[in-house]
């Protein structure tokens, strides 16, 4: 026997295609094998919340009330968060075909949402050699069947070749050597006539659980002449070539008008999604428009304010300036007059001192007394002169300082804090 030519394998893979996509349309809420789930209900409760299995209304899942959120059962819970906003949605984590089954949510024993979870139907492509075992899981414990598609010269046919409930195992007679059961159904001695799609379906729903699409690709060799090889070769060659020819005049059509509804679907879809995006591009240039607008006024009103600020804070520095410079000139008056009084005290003492001497030397502990007065005075007028001085080189040192730095408040605050020592 020779593999199964690229126009069988290619027909094999067309079916399973279809099969999964006729399988992945089922509704409501639909996930994959082993992913997580969210049942949605969107409903107000102010007492408890509970769901539950459709067919066992006793038995919790999952529960809420005001104070908490609580798992019941291991891979259910519920979002307290959620739940005080109105969402009552199920999270199932880890999700099995034992998960797929119908779930009520009610609020206080009153039923408020009933939702169906589905699992999508699981599909393999299995490429084995002639000669192999083709195994099938048998994924749920429910009663099975198992379905063979394929196409032949006569046309594609379905039929279902072997049944299972439980450990019992029923197939047609020419199956019934070549499959066994254990946990899985094992398909002996695979021929390339075995090659196709073997559908695992649930009996009771009629929900396809695993879909396998199966090639079965060479033969054992067997010993035979040249001359034998070669016409055996040719004889296949020309039934490969009638099988292709009909098939594809058969098909021709098929393809053609399913290729034409796609393309209409697929042009319509691309239209819709071109006006949407047009739409949308209209919307964010209008909107860029009105933010370039906006921008630039802004713009406009910064540099007419910057131009405001700049000649408002020239003005504070030049009066600052200003009356730093009046300050400073009424310090150096203010210095002069005191050397001007310390000198007329110093003439003053002299004399007075002069005077004192000439008295006698009875009044010589009171002229001593007066002179360490005198001394004391002149000491302290001194210091004041110093601290005149310390002063003066401060202001000059703010002056400075506003000059380079352009901060009229801190010039402001200087001012206000050299007052004082000014006055002493």
Known sequence: MQSCSSAHCVLILLIFTFTAVYVSAVPPVKVKLNETATLPCSERCSGLVRWTVFHKPRDALAECDQTSCRSVKEGYQMIYDQYLKGDLSLTITDTDFSKRTSYTCDCDGKDLCDV???????????????????????????????????????????RQICTVDGQSLECKPEYKDRMSLTSDLELREMKPSDSGVYTIRDIKTKEDIHVYAVIVQGAPQVSVPGWATALILLTVAVVILVLVLVFFMRSHNQSIKSTNEQTGRIEKILTDRLASLESTVEQNRVQIKSTEDTLKKRLDSL???????????????????????????????????????????????????????????????????????????????????????????????????????GDPDQGENSTTKETPGSQN
């Open 303 to 405: 540099e007419k304010t910057g131009k405001q600020n700049s000649e408002q804070n020239s003005e504070q520095i030049n009066r600052i300036e200003k009356t730093l410079k009046e300050k400073h000139a009424s310090l150096e008056r203010t210095v002069e007059q005191n050397r001007v009084q310390i000198k007329s005290t110093e003439d003053t003492l002299k004399k007075r001192l002069d005077s004192l001497e000439q008295t006698g030397k009875q009044n010589s502990e009171q002229i001593n007394s007066i002179e360490q007065t005198l001394r004391d005075r002149l000491a302290s007028l001194e210091r004041t002169v110093v601290q005149i001085k310390s002063t003066e080189d401060t202001l000059k040192k703010r002056l400075d300082s506003l000059e380079m730095t």
């Open 116 to 158: 169906a979870l589905k699992i999508e139907t699981v599909n393999t492509l299995v490429q084995i050699r002639a000669g192999e075992s083709l195994v099938l899981n048998l994924d749920i414990s429910d009663p099975l069947e198992v379905i063979y598609n394929s196409r032949g010269t006569s046309g594609t046919f379905s």
